[in-house]
């Protein structure tokens, strides 16, 4: 199971994966469950991505890019374990963080 927890309450966390190349020759991503999200603040976190996302159910996988260019928002990929979970996901489509 990708998403994990150390304690009861903790906040889940997902594996860390160095290396661009190594990650995506790590993970296969299936489209049909995965959102991009983006026009994100330079502040965010793949951690606020968790704690946002987690509701809609488990996640598999983040990519958050854009760090590169401080000028444009950060975007991320966001797979999920099923296809229930990428619709309450999708649901969540305009809104605005603060």
Do not use: W
Not at 14 to 42: F, I, W, Y
């Amino acid at each position: 199971r990708a998403e994990t927890a150390d304690a009861p309450g903790s906040k889940p966390t997902l594996p860390h994966r160095s290396g661009l190349c190594k990650a995506m020759a790590e993970h296969s991503t299936d489209v049909n469950k995965t959102v991009h999200v983006s026009h994100l603040p330079q502040s965010i976190t793949e951690q606020q991505l968790i704690d946002l996302f987690s509701p809609c159910g488990p996640i598999l996988y983040i990519r958050l890019l854009g760090e590169d260019n401080p000028n444009q928002g950060k975007f991320a990929f966001i797979e999920f374990m099923d296809v229930g979970a990428y619709n309450a996901a999708f649901n969540l489509s305009g809104m605005v963080l603060q």
